[in-house]
């Protein structure tokens, strides 16, 4: 049974960081996509980062426009982990960050900001960021 948990989330000030971790058990997925959602209350669960899978190119990172040069996704493939950490904390960023893992194997048209690519979710860790 596939499980991904997240851990890391809680309650900064803005400008700080928080690094967010997701565990992934059941099956490996080094060779396949993973990314970050969140949620805010009220608003549609929108899409934050994505890393692909590890291929003889490597890993490729694709991020929100919202989140891009604060928040960088990584992921230790040892540990079937993937990892965001997040700098220069806003208001805005607050909401409950979801991991998503994929069994798609990616192609050049991969849309890895839809959630339609993702088969596993796990079940979030809230962030508030007070100003």
């Known amino acids: 049974q596939v499980q991904l948990v997240e851990s890391g989330g809680g309650l900064v000030q803005a400008g700080a960081s928080l690094r967010l971790s997701c565990a992934a058990s059941g099956r490996t997925f080094s060779t396949y996509p993973m990314g970050w959602f969140r949620q805010a209350p009220g608003k549609e669960r929108e899409f934050v980062a994505a890393i692909t899978g590890l291929n003889w190119r490597g890993s490729r990172s694709y991020y929100a426009d919202s989140v891009k040069d604060r928040f960088t996704i990584s992921r230790d493939h040892t540990k079937n982990t993937v990892y965001l950490q997040m700098n220069s904390l806003k208001p805005e960023d607050t909401a409950v960050y979801y991991c998503?893992?994929?069994?798609?194997?990616?192609?050049?048209?991969?849309?890895?900001?839809?959630?339609?690519?993702?088969?596993?979710w796990g079940q979030g860790t809230q962030v508030t960021v007070s100003s």
């Open positions: 998503a893992a994929s069994l798609t194997q990616p192609g050049s048209d991969t849309n890895y900001s839809s959630r339609d690519i993702y088969d596993y």
